[in-house]
């Protein structure tokens, strides 16, 4: 099982703000800061970083329930599902 912050994630750009994002948790405590200056896609990525909590969730579901009863690969490592999953459990050993 991967460890990490439970989600939701929300983004939060403070007021003062010169140049960051914070990826905020449940109770309201930052807990990534995206930095990004004068990058014109700077809410869309923080956006996609504050999904990543249901993207793993939603990548753990088709795995165990769509990908193994029909997989037609010849083994998961071969799966492009199962080779995301694995970028997250070797980030958080």
């Known amino acids: ?7 939701a994630w929300k983004t939060c750009k403070p007021e003062d703000s010169t140049g ?5 948790n449940d109770e309201g405590k930052a807990i990534i800061t995206c ?3 004068n990058n014109k896609n700077a ?7 504050k999904a990543a909590p249901e993207m793993y969730k939603a990548l753990k579901y088709a795995c165990e329930e769509l990908c193994h009863p029909e997989c ?3 083994t998961c490592s071969d799966c492009e599902i199962e080779q995301a999953l694995t970028k997250v459990k070797e980030a958080t050993v």
Do not use: H, P
């Open 1 to 7: 099982m991967a460890n990490f912050t439970s989600g």
């Open 20 to 24: 960051w994002v914070d990826i905020i």
């Open 43 to 49: 809410d869309a990525n923080a956006n996609l970083v």
């Open 72 to 74: 037609n690969k010849k």
């Open 35 to 37: 930095w990004y200056g």
